[in-house]
């Protein structure tokens, strides 16, 4: 059997090349989009779905992934999900929050910042190289060999997992509970229905009841899970995370920085890579995200730091207000055709984006005791992806209305909120 330290190093890195692999797919794809939506012949909508179809069942499952992680144990469940993520990449040409649980869970409390940071920086860094590798790769082989290359990383995942040795005894002891399988129901037909909602609203004269039916039974269901989940025994959702302020701020600044990441890089490629837009290709609109993609690694990496000198409240501030100042420079940017000053507004963005992006899970988690961090992790990160899921459906909405400068209005909004929450952060976090 491997010692404490050397099993936490196996799971540390496992994890962190796993949300590499999570990080890159998600952006790289954007690149690839406005290709696929002409090979594949989708309809804008169809383009739109094919990205949420992705975040929507990723936010569903991930709850019951860290429902899981709980009961068989942080890494028996990240590998059998990473499994899957590789087994879909084969199948396309998801990994669970459980590598997040596991971190949290074998880290000794000193080295526990350091650890989710190297988490966070890591799937920043698939996010930061994502829209690059993807123009490049679509543009020189084809877009189906993003989700080829998914296959090896998550092996060389699964293999680091399996290393670290035996399910720990509270992991054993809790494969007796039952799953909560009418709250897994519930809370998918709640955010399924809830995009399903906000897609149909730039049609909503023309069509009400697509619109108004969708929110009807989000909001049966929700009602429902409510009153399902006080009174369940193992519930997937504990209600009681939701009472502690530390995590509600870390759940809600976190789904704003998805929401906020999902919604730039989808609509931008679609507007630089039209005719109408800057009809740049593949390869030239990934190419102009790298400003964005190095404030995000340099920034995510340096994110604890920051937050140990001027206290994580005004960091967490300080990066959503970003968020909004970059959002203007980016409009002016376009408006005037400055390619200098679209690579400062998307350095910026990547600069306000990393910094709560990389501290919101840290922030979640320190409310709630190791025996909770699997469910945690499933909740932190199942409203990060219904974040993003929201941002792609309202983008839509926006994008129908004014186009993209009416995407980035929506995106600052989210960097206010944001910052207007962060006031509520306690700094003995």
């Known amino acids: 059997m491997l010692n404490q330290r050397t099993a936490f190093a196996a799971v540390l890195w496992s994890s962190c090349l796993a949300m590499l692999a999570v990080g890159t797919n998600s952006t790289a794809i954007m690149a690839a989009l406005p290709n696929m939506r002409s090979e594949l012949s989708l309809s804008s909508a169809g383009v739109e779905w094919a990205v949420n179809a992705y975040l929507v069942v990723s936010a569903a499952f991930i709850v019951l992934g860290?429902?899981?992680?709980?009961r068989f144990g942080a890494r028996p469940a990240a590998i059998a999900g990473l499994a899957l993520f590789a087994a879909a990449s084969c199948i396309i040409a998801v990994a669970v929050p459980s590598t997040l649980a596991a971190v949290d869970t074998l880290a000794a409390s000193e080295r526990k910042a350091a650890a989710i940071g190297a988490w966070t920086g890591f799937l920043?860094?698939?996010f930061s190289i994502g829209p690059l590798l993807g123009g490049a790769l679509t543009h020189l082989t084809g877009w189906r060999v993003i989700f080829w290359l998914n296959v090896l990383l998550m092996a060389t995942a699964i293999a680091g997992l399996a290393f670290a040795g035996?399910?720990?005894?509270?992991?054993?002891?809790?494969?007796?509970?039952?799953?909560d399988w009418i709250g897994f129901v519930l809370l998918a037909t709640v955010m399924v229905s809830l995009v399903f909602a906000l897609h149909a609203l730039p049609h909503a004269g023309a069509a009400p009841l697509?619109?108004?039916?969708?929110?009807?039974l989000a909001l049966a269901a929700f009602v429902l899970l409510l009153a399902v989940e006080s009174r369940a025994k193992s519930p997937l959702l504990d209600l009681s995370f939701f009472a502690r302020r530390s995590?509600?701020?870390?759940?809600?600044?976190?789904?704003?920085?998805?929401?906020?990441?999902?919604t730039l890089l989808l609509y931008f490629n679609l507007y630089a890579q039209s005719p109408e837009g800057l009809d740049l290709t593949a390869l030239e609109a990934g190419a102009s995200l790298l400003p964005l993609s190095a404030a995000l690694l340099a920034l995510a990496l340096s994110a604890p730091a920051l937050a140990a000198r001027i206290g994580l409240r005004n960091a967490m501030r300080a990066g959503m207000v970003l968020i909004a100042i970059a959002s203007a420079i980016l409009g002016m940017a376009i408006?005037?055709?400055?390619?200098i000053l679209l690579a400062i507004g998307f350095f910026a963005m990547g600069a306000g984006l990393a910094v709560p992006y990389a501290l919101a899970p840290r922030l979640?988690?320190?409310?709630?005791?190791?025996?909770?961090?699997?469910?945690?992790?499933?909740?932190?990160?199942?409203?990060?992806?219904?974040g993003g899921s929201f941002g792609v459906a309202g983008g839509a909405t926006a994008s129908a209305l004014g186009g993209f400068f009416a995407v980035l209005t929506m995106v600052?909004?989210?960097?206010?909120?944001?910052a207007a929450l962060s006031h509520w952060i306690s700094e003995t976090t």
């Open 66 to 70: 860290g429902h899981a992680a709980d």
């Open 124 to 126: 920043m860094l698939g």
């Open 166 to 179: 035996p399910t720990t005894a509270r992991a054993r002891e809790a494969e007796t509970r039952r799953a």
């Open 210 to 216: 697509a619109v108004v039916g969708p929110f009807a």
């Open 247 to 262: 995590f509600v701020m870390g759940v809600a600044i976190g789904a704003l920085s998805m929401f906020s990441i999902m």
């Open 335 to 339: 408006a005037e055709g400055g390619m």
């Open 364 to 386: 979640a988690l320190s409310a709630l005791s190791r025996a909770q961090s699997g469910q945690g992790s499933g909740i932190v990160n199942a409203c990060t992806f219904l």
């Open 412 to 418: 600052a909004l989210a960097g206010i909120i944001g």
